[in-house]
């Protein structure tokens, strides 16, 4: 029995080539655990990895990642895709095309664990980590959703994950950087409840815990990622027989609930954890687990039952490890985001090449971070994207201080991004967008963020929602609003 086979370590490529990376999951690997959560990489050397990693072990070795927007949110060479809240305001074949294309592109770059569906409802507006991720407001509109999502993601042969279990909605906080406390009725849960309940009746494989606190689901204020009552929710009154999987280790709210990473891994399995996600210290949580197997502090029996669960997901997991590399899918998906960009204020522009634009571009994502930020934040990301596409599209681009007659874009980046610890936009970004609507009153402002972030800008004439500030959404804007000659 060894426990090591219930722990996932987090795996950050960077930009370091497959032999670089190798030794640090190779002593993983002796290690004995489970499998590894990816971020970044490519899809050629994810192939490699993986078929290494798997002669190597000599068993099945299971790796997950977080691909809510396509296996191009980690992968280069694999196709991005718009967030959950744009596929929702699609028809039903946008969903279906973006599952399927998630999950065939993950399996022909070796990963086997897709880490979604999002499962939680945008109901709370302040929300700071929710919001785009998440497929709507209505609980019977998002289990419809969610549960399409899972069959057609897992009729590809990979394992869905419905998160973060029983609902991560209702937060004010980020649970990235502290604890949050949902202090709702057993009514409103119920409802959060609901998408769950979808995912399990379309057979999903997987679950993920919030490291959430919910009091009227366990008085004792442990989150419920270690919460043998609200495990026991999961199981017995959810009927969920699938492999239950912690969020990672590694976020704020774990310190914050005053356990260390290595108490919190042995708890999460004695409350009914199977899969212990991104340790900071894989050796740490091994050791951890088998001195708690040794002591009795751990049953035999409840970690025998998570091994089986975590053993049979790597075994059935159906990937793809030959030669071919796919083509990414960017015509497909430029159509699909195209479709979903959405006008919340005015009349949709629509320029002819040769129009004039004077661009601004305001990064919310890197002002008014808060004080608190002791872990790395993410890269800048492109913002120039947008420039590019208009150009592309025979617009003229010019600067802010461009003083000849133009159209005015303010570009607002206002992105769901784990430790920014906020929902809306800064005062900075605000004073910033109407500083230029005051000097250029038919501006046209485009939100690469929630919709309702248009409420902090009221003095615009038009908004323009498109969602999340990747590229594809930037070249879909430009798409949109760009007339392409016959």
């Known amino acids: 029995m060894n426990p090591a086979r219930l722990v996932f370590p987090g795996l950050r490529w960077g930009s370091r080539a497959p032999d670089e990376v190798w030794p640090e999951v190779r002593a993983s690997l002796d290690l004995g655990v489970g499998g590894f959560v990816v971020f970044g990489g490519s899809v050629i050397a994810m192939k490699e990895l993986?078929?290494?990693?798997?002669?190597h072990a000599g068993r099945p070795v299971l790796f997950a990642a977080d691909l809510e927007r396509g296996a191009g949110q980690q992968l280069e060479g694999a196709t991005g895709l718009p967030p959950a809240a744009a596929l929702a305001s699609m028809t039903d074949r946008g969903l279906l095309v973006a599952a399927r294309m998630t999950a065939q592109e993950a399996a022909s770059a070796g990963i086997g664990w897709v880490l979604a569906p999002v499962a939680d409802l945008d109901v709370e507006p302040a929300n700071p980590i929710v919001g785009t991720r998440s497929f709507g407001a209505d609980p019977a509109a998002v289990a419809d959703v969610v549960r399409v999502w899972v069959r057609t993601a897992q009729d590809e042969g990979v394992h869905a994950c419905a998160k973060h279990f029983p609902g991560h909605g209702r937060t004010t906080a980020d649970s990235h950087a502290e604890l949050p406390v949902v202090g709702a009725?057993?009514?409103?849960?119920?409802?959060?409840?609901t998408p769950f309940g979808a995912a399990i009746e379309a057979g999903v494989h997987t679950v993920m815990m919030a490291h959430v606190v919910y009091p009227v689901l366990d008085p004792s204020g442990a989150p419920a990622s270690l919460s043998p009552s609200i495990y026991r929710l999961l199981r017995d009154e959810l009927g969920f027989e699938g492999v239950v999987a912690s969020d990672a280790l590694i976020m704020h709210a774990i310190s914050a609930s005053g356990?260390?990473?290595?108490?919190?891994?042995?708890?999460?399995?004695?409350?009914?954890?199977?899969?212990?996600?991104y340790p900071s210290s894989p050796e740490d949580a091994v050791a951890a687990l088998n001195a708690a197997l040794?002591?009795?502090?751990?049953?035999?029996?409840?970690?025998?039952?998570?091994l089986e669960r975590v053993e049979r997901l790597a075994t059935d997991a159906r990937i793809e490890l030959d030669d071919l590399v796919p083509e990414p899918s960017d015509a497909q998906a430029l159509e699909l985001a195209t479709s979903s960009i959405l006008c919340v204020r005015g009349m949709l522009p629509r320029w002819w090449p040769g129009q004039s634009l004077r661009v601004h571009v305001i990064d919310d994502d890197v002002v008014s971070l808060p004080d608190w930020l002791s872990v790395p934040a993410s890269p800048p990301r492109d913002r120039a994207g947008l420039a590019r596409a208009l150009e592309r599209r025979a617009a003229r681009v010019e600067g802010p201080s461009y003083r000849a007659p133009a159209v005015d874009l303010i570009a607002i980046f206002s992105e769901v991004r784990g430790w920014k610890g906020r929902a809306g936009l800064a005062p900075e970004t605000v004073s910033e967008a109407v500083r230029i609507i005051e000097k250029a009153p038919e501006a046209v402002v485009v939100l690469f963020g929630h919709p309702r972030l248009a409420d902090q800008v009221p003095s615009a004439a038009t908004v323009v929602c498109a969602w999340c500030g990747d590229l594809l959404m930037q070249d879909a804007v430009a798409e949109r609003l760009i007339v392409t000659p016959t």
């Open 185 to 193: 009725t057993r009514g409103d849960l119920d409802a959060d409840l």
């Open 294 to 306: 040794s002591s009795g502090v751990l049953e035999r029996a409840r970690v025998s039952e998570a």
């Open 50 to 55: 993986v078929g290494r990693a798997l002669e």
């Open 259 to 277: 356990r260390s990473e290595t108490e919190a891994a042995v708890e999460a399995v004695r409350a009914g954890c199977d899969a212990l996600l």
